[in-house]
């Protein structure tokens, strides 16, 4: 029976130094967990908040500077927690350090001006008179067309006289 207990207690002892020499990595392990909590929590926290803005957008046809700054500021920080997960980044993001800066300005986007149409754009009626004047191809002529774009320019990379290496 001591000599089991001395087994076990040997066994138990070598994975107990196995996990010291390890300790960085499961403490990193263990922040890891964490921010992946954080992650789907911010990720979600930014859906919230689109949504929330093109609701007001469609209602008021303006943005909400507030709104947008916020979810700016998530999307920085949530790129921040996914460097730190992938391991590409060393410093543990918010709790543990400052929130970070902004990366890039956020653009500004004009949505209140309606997209502009051509003006050489047909309204139906004309695009089916157009339809009908237009006379089908004879098979003949549609195989010469496709004979034509298919045909290719050979380009010879040596001049004559030079001799390939």
């Given amino acids: 029976m001591n000599k089991i207990i001395d087994v076990l207690f040997t066994a138990l002892k070598s994975v107990i130094r196995f996990f010291l020499a390890r300790k960085n990595v499961a403490l990193r392990f263990v922040y890891t967990l964490f921010f992946a909590v954080v992650l789907v929590i911010s990720?979600?926290?930014i859906l919230v908040l689109t949504m929330v803005q093109f609701l007001?957008?469609?209602v008021s046809i303006k943005e909400v500077d507030s709104v947008k700054s916020?979810?700016?500021m998530l999307t920085v920080y949530t790129y921040k927690v996914m460097r730190y997960l992938s391991l590409n980044e060393k410093q543990r993001p918010f709790p543990f350090?400052?929130?970070p800066d902004e990366l890039e300005p956020p653009e500004a986007?004009?949505?209140t001006n309606p997209m502009p149409v051509p003006e050489e754009?047909?309204?139906p009626d004309e695009n089916l008179a157009a339809a009908e004047k237009i006379e089908p191809e004879t098979a003949a002529e549609?195989?010469?067309a496709a004979e034509k774009e298919s045909e290719e320019t050979i380009i010879l990379d040596y001049k004559?006289?030079?001799e390939e290496k």
């Fill in 160 to 162: 004559e006289g030079e």
């Fill in 56 to 58: 007001i957008l469609f």
């Fill in 97 to 99: 350090h400052a929130i």
């Fill in 121 to 123: 754009t047909m309204n």
């Fill in 70 to 72: 916020l979810s700016h």
């Fill in 142 to 144: 549609t195989e010469a």
């Fill in 43 to 45: 990720a979600f926290s």
């Fill in 109 to 111: 986007v004009d949505l």
